[in-house]
């Protein structure tokens, strides 16, 4: 995101259709400074990995995100965005007190293990842990602090609380939010309330307690407050969450100040007298700014060989690949109750873990019959290791492995009445060790090299993305899953803040 003097913008593209740069879009529109906005999007669809799949009996599948978490500053903001957009009417919330919110499973030792939740499930031994959890918490109290300016996210977990909840639950739990390794995922960009709790606080309970830092302010609006009231877990949409980009849609066509090129690639873009020329496999369009939400890889090809660092650093955000496998059950089968389980590396490196859809969401079961819903994510970080280069991997070989897990991690002997394999190619960024320090963060750190970096003439580090484009003085804002965070509050609030720091609000 670009920082400075805001000026009037006659025309803003954003590259991407996804949920970043539609939340871009829609947050433009908010505004009476911008007078035109140009959407780019390379596919015939808008929405990214927002992709549910409706079928003519009622039945709702996901092939990407499913549920939404209302929590926090960032939550807040994508349920007040539904709310304007018209969308409360379509919310099925998950409360705290539903079973899908209360059990949650690992699968260690070749069975299911409910993770210890509530008071009683802390202080007692639960398998596969050999001691209560409150103990490992109150312990991690007297933890030493550390002044590294970053860490694993297993290296962490183990020095603060213990290397069996970080060879288990948050091996599991890293797995089931970004598809990656905790030994090289950064926990100061992954987990940044646990990095400034210890930084601040000298302690993740202190810091949980006390608060860690000041964070955005979002005031709550009606359906935030009743998520509040009602205390939800988390929520969907009744047609699936592909309802939120085209609700998004919808409202950027019928503003009358966006223009929607669909099945439109970027091939490059180049610096012009106004802004950029972007060039377009069927014509140039011409925009004083641009705000990306194209993954990293792809701007990277885009970009001029004047940015040449930019360029490098782009290229080097990592991303997995994910096989989502949606399979649907004739009857109830399911042994346990609860939103699904996870699996650990050590137990199975190829299956990551297995959602039951239907538990939460019974709503998207086909309303004739009763059936159930599950998907099983396979692959990410070690998607190559264990099933080969994403383009020789067959359906067939993904499906099969997908079943069998069911088999023998739920018992279910059944076959399938209908599936589908969706191979999600580079969906999830990783943000391994210093990510911080390439996308470019504002802060104490951030600052002092600057300044050291000025008074000696010295390049102690490699420029952050963010300083090169601020001194480049680049008309460009990076917004999206690749920079400042993975899930979809986070890339809504990124398009928010872009638009933000552009105009200066």
């Known amino acids: 995101m670009t920082i400075g003097h805001w000026r009037p913008m006659r025309t803003v593209a954003v590259l991407g259709g996804g949920i970043g740069g539609l939340a871009a879009s829609y947050y433009l529109c908010k505004s009476p400074h911008v007078t035109k906005v140009v959407v780019v999007e390379a596919s015939s669809r808008c929405g990214g990995w927002l992709w549910s799949t409706r079928r003519a009996d009622g039945a709702v599948f996901e092939h990407g995100p499913r549920g939404i978490r209302p929590a926090g500053a960032v939550g807040r903001n994508t349920l007040n965005m539904v709310d304007d957009l018209g969308l409360e009417g379509e919310i099925l919330p998950v409360t705290s007190s539903h079973v899908a919110s209360k059990n949650r499973f690992l699968y260690v030792g070749g069975r299911l293990h409910r993770m210890p939740s509530g008071i009683s499930g802390l202080l007692r031994i639960v398998p596969p842990f050999s001691r209560p959890l409150l103990l490992s918490v109150a312990m991690e109290i007297l933890v030493k602090k550390r002044r590294e300016e970053d860490e694993s996210i297993h290296s962490f977990v183990s020095r603060r609380l213990g290397m069996e909840l970080a060879d288990l639950a948050v091996d599991s739990l890293c797995r089931g939010v970004f598809a990656g390794d905790c030994?090289?995922?950064?926990?100061?960009?992954?987990?940044?309330?646990?990095?400034?709790?210890?930084?601040?606080?000298?302690s993740l309970a202190l810091g949980f307690m006390l608060g860690s830092g000041p964070g955005p302010v979002v005031p709550p609006g009606p359906l935030a407050q009743r998520s509040i009231k009602e205390s939800?877990?988390?929520?969907?949409?009744?047609?699936?969450?592909?309802?939120?980009?085209?609700?998004?849609?919808?409202?950027?066509?019928?503003?009358?100040?966006?223009?929607?090129?669909?099945?439109?690639?970027?091939?490059?873009?180049?610096?012009?007298?106004?802004?950029?020329?972007?060039?377009?496999?069927?014509?140039?369009?011409?925009?004083?700014?641009?705000?990306?939400?194209?993954?990293?890889?792809?701007?990277?090809?885009?970009?001029?060989?004047?940015?040449?660092?930019?360029?490098?650093?782009?290229?080097?955000?990592p991303t997995v690949t994910v096989a989502v496998v949606n399979l649907e059950y004739d009857g109830s089968i399911l042994p346990v109750t609860g939103f699904g389980h996870l699996i650990p590396s050590s137990e199975d490196q190829g299956l990551l873990g297995v959602?039951?859809?239907?538990?939460?969401?019974?709503?998207?079961?086909?309303?004739?019959?009763?059936?159930?819903?599950?998907?099983?994510?396979?692959?990410?970080?070690?998607?190559?290791?264990?099933f080969g280069a994403p383009e020789m991997a067959t359906q067939?070989?993904?499906?099969?492995?997908?079943?069998?897990?069911?088999?023998?991690?739920?018992?279910?002997?059944?076959?399938?009445?209908?599936?589908?394999?969706?191979?999600?190619r580079d969906c999830i960024p990783q943000y391994y060790l210093g990510h911080h320090r390439r996308v470019g963060e504002y802060g104490f750190i951030h600052l002092v090299q600057m300044v050291v970096e000025q008074f000696l003439k010295l390049r102690l580090f490699a420029e952050s993305m963010r300083s090169f484009i601020r001194k480049n003085n680049l008309s460009l804002s990076l917004v999206g899953s690749c920079y400042d965070g993975v899930s979809v509050n986070d890339v809504i609030f990124s398009g928010r803040t872009a638009v933000e720091q552009l105009l200066g609000t």
């Not at 030994?183 to 000298?202: T, W």
């Open 183 to 202: 030994r090289k995922l950064s926990v100061r960009s992954c987990f940044p309330l646990l990095y400034h709790a210890e930084q601040r606080r000298g």
């Open 232 to 317: 939800w877990a988390q929520w969907s949409l009744r047609r699936g969450v592909e309802s939120l980009p085209e609700s998004i849609t919808d409202f950027l066509q019928q503003s009358g100040r966006v223009e929607l090129h669909r099945d439109a690639a970027v091939r490059h873009v180049c610096p012009s007298a106004s802004g950029w020329m972007i060039h377009l496999e069927d014509g140039v369009i011409s925009a004083d700014h641009i705000i990306s939400a194209l993954p990293a890889k792809a701007l990277s090809s885009a970009l001029p060989p004047s940015c040449q660092l930019l360029i490098q650093e782009l290229q080097d955000i």
């Open 355 to 386: 959602v039951y859809d239907s538990v939460p969401f019974p709503e998207h079961n086909r309303p004739d019959g009763q059936t159930t819903r599950l998907t099983v994510m396979m692959g990410g970080a070690w998607f190559q290791e264990e």
């Open 396 to 424: 067939e070989q993904l499906l099969a492995r997908a079943t069998e897990a069911v088999r023998r991690h739920l018992g279910v002997m059944a076959s399938p009445i209908w599936s589908r394999v969706t191979l999600q």
